[in-house]
């Protein structure tokens, strides 16, 4: 086993480095996404009076915005 897997890190050291590097951008990009969503949310909020009642729920995705934003003010 080890004879196989020495070789191969010898001949493909750049590509293996790479492949590290891309699984954790893709790990930044999940945490930065829902991060993201979060603080999309608490800014309708802090901007309630601004929008209609409907336009609060499409943007907030549920009917009950106003419990949402009482749950991210905390």
Do not use: H, W
């Not at 897997?5 to 790990?27: E, H, R, V």
């Amino acid at each position: 086993m080890k004879n196989k897997i020495l070789p191969f890190i010898k001949k493909y050291p750049m590509s293996i480095l790479l492949a590290i590097i891309a699984l954790n951008l893709f790990s930044i990009a999940g945490s930065l996404k829902t991060s993201a969503k979060l603080d999309y949310k608490k800014l309708v909020c802090l901007e309630e009076g601004r929008y209609t009642k409907k336009q609060m729920q499409k943007k907030l995705g549920s009917k009950y915005y106003s419990r949402q934003c009482n749950m991210l003010s905390y």
